[in-house]
């Protein structure tokens, strides 16, 4: 996301906004479900779980404070973590419950004799 970090602002009411365009943060979004699906379906969710939100934490923290002279990227660090375990955990999740269903579909069904 950080290749355009520069402050728009509208002229007709005057008002800023940034550093991030909406199409930015959507298209990050989109990677990352589709990253956090494939990690899912290869590898054990409890592991993707916290791998991906302190990978993306950290990059995004290396980005904001080389761009930040206040400090407040710490703010921004901690909601970026917290958002990207909510995310990756519902995802992960949805993924692995999906992933269980569609294997347990292809097995023969147990009548219990």
Avoid at 19 to 27: L, S
Avoid at 50 to 68: E, K, L
């Amino acid at each position: 996301m950080a290749w355009d970090r520069g402050y728009q602002t509208d002229p007709a009411t005057g008002s800023t906004s940034g550093p991030y365009e909406a199409w930015q943060v959507a298209g990050c979004v989109v990677c990352l479900v589709v990253l956090c699906v494939a990690a899912t379906v290869r590898i054990p969710a409890w592991l993707v779980v916290p791998v991906m939100p302190v990978a993306f934490t950290a990059a995004w923290s290396w980005t904001a404070a080389g761009a930040d002279g206040t400090g407040l990227w710490v703010i921004g660090a901690v909601l970026v973590f917290v958002g990207m375990v909510v995310g990756t955990g519902a995802v992960s999740g949805i993924t692995a419950v999906a992933r269980a269903a569609v294997r347990r579909r292809g097995r023969p069904v147990s009548t219990g004799q």
